[in-house]
């Protein structure tokens, strides 16, 4: 009799935990994947500023075209004088059901790491959303709210 209580409060106990740890795995979820968004900006800007030619960072579906949202993000130079010529930098596909969306013709860091004007990623991750921040002047940081 004793064991059947005890199996019934472990029951109980489990149904209540069970959707609590749902919701915090997708929480650590969402903000190891905006973490992810933020360092893959911080590179953008350090290779800007490095090769002293313009970087773009955006969210696309497939290779250097970028999209308002998409499930992957890449990093591309493309040469001034040739639009034709790019080179990708970095390629960085979001596991499961994260999603990117953000300017349609993504972020880009001028030769000096600087921005034309300030801009945002959302990131989301089963229905919850973070806020990736570019300002003018490059920073980047992470918001629970919008820029």
Do not use: H
């Amino acid at each position: 009799m004793e064991l059947m209580v005890t199996v019934a409060v472990l029951g109980i106990l489990a149904v209540v935990a069970v959707p609590a740890m749902t919701g915090m795995i997708n929480n650590s979820r969402l903000r190891g994947q905006a973490e992810e968004v933020t360092s893959t900006l911080q590179l953008a800007r350090s290779e800007a500023v490095r090769r002293n030619q313009r970087i773009t960072a955006c969210a696309s579906a497939a290779g250097t075209a970028c999209a308002a949202s998409a499930s992957r993000m890449v990093v591309y130079w493309q040469d001034p004088n040739n639009a034709a010529t790019t080179e990708m930098v970095r390629e960085i596909p979001m596991p499961g059901s994260v999603q990117i969306s953000g300017p349609a013709a993504g972020i880009q860091f001028r030769p000096t790491g600087l921005t034309d004007n300030a801009q945002q990623l959302q990131v989301t991750v089963a229905g919850s959303t973070r806020y990736v921040c570019v300002q003018i002047s490059g920073v980047v940081s992470i918001k629970k709210v919008a820029c």
